[in-house]
């Protein structure tokens, strides 16, 4: 059999084990929806019956959440619009789990471990997403004038910033400037709000990005509907509000919840050394 098609198995198995071993509950969201995750940088893909293939199962896991505070996990396909490249997919794999009670600090370290299931045990390096930016950011000549300030700052981070994270050791980036912390939390650091918002980088690559979660209802919609004016701006449709989201929130969410998302598939590329993720997907 071919090898990678047994090193995969292996994987998914491990982390199953690594979730049900800490007492989470796996769940099986919908692949379909009437509703996608509405972000002004991710596309869904729309069915001729008018509903989406989830991007990410997140509106559907804290409906779940609503309903109790067990620690949850997902280890399923997505689907995103034009995705492609080594790096990316249009279908992919991922692992996306939610802890309630719990505190940063754990929800990291617990993180962390599921990461180094994959890529070993690392040193880990931690950096403000201002302090990341204050020393490797640089100027680029390819900037568009059509593009705003956001568009700008995306394109630096991305060909800059990005290639400096990671080398030979996993870096935390956390607090994100709140427009890019769509579905988080929100504190005062330095005098600027700034989200919750964490990613992990290994040599270059994003590996996750998660979220002490927001639970306001009316600030998440407002977000959301502020997101679909965004979409409009850029040329994409509007995306409809999924109502039933903001009526879990109104419900509430367990206190202190973390969740995040994990693509598998480039977790899997790093463990088996492949040159891309179409090659683990084994297709």
């Known amino acids: 059999m071919n090898q990678l098609i047994v ?4 994987a998914l198995k491990e982390v199953r084990s690594f979730f ?36 990410s199962p997140e509106y559907a896991m804290k409906r779940l959440l609503s309903l109790s505070s067990q620690n949850i996990y ?6 995103r619009k034009e995705e492609t490249g080594t790096l990316h997919n249009t279908e992919f794999t991922m692992i996306e789990w939610y802890k309630t009670h719990t505190d940063k600090s754990s929800f990291l370290k617990e993180t962390e471990e599921l990461l180094f299931l994959f890529l070993g045990k ?18 680029s000549a390819q900037i568009e004038p059509s593009w705003n300030e956001d568009e700008i700052r995306h394109y630096i981070w991305a060909t800059t910033v990005e290639p400096n994270l990671g080398l030979d050791k996993l870096t935390l980036i956390y607090d994100f400037p709140k427009q890019d912390s769509l579905l988080s939390k929100t504190h005062i650091v330095n005098g600027k709000e700034v989200g919750i918002r964490f990613e992990y980088y290994y040599n270059k690559i994003e590996l996750a990005n998660g979220f002490f979660e927001l639970t306001d209802p009316k600030e998440q919609k407002k977000r959301l509907l502020e997101e ?26 367990p206190e202190n919840t973390y969740g995040i998302a994990a693509g598998f598939d480039r977790l899997l590329m790093l463990k088996t050394n492949s040159p891309s993720i179409q090659q683990v997907q084994v297709i």
């Open 20 to 55: 049900d071993n800490r007492n989470y509950i796996e769940v099986d969201p919908p692949t379909l929806s009437p509703f996608s995750s509405i972000d002004c940088y991710i596309d869904p893909i729309e069915t001729t019956t008018g509903h989406f293939l989830h991007t």
């Open 74 to 79: 997902f280890l399923g396909h997505v689907f």
């Open 228 to 253: 679909n004016q965004k979409r409009i701006l850029l040329g994409k449709k509007e995306l409809p509000l999924d109502h039933s989201f903001i009526k879990a929130l109104k419900k509430g969410l």
């Open 122 to 139: 690392l040193p880990v390096e931690k950096l403000s997403y201002d302090q990341a930016w204050n020393l490797y950011a640089k100027p």
């Open 7 to 10: 090193q995969r198995a292996k």
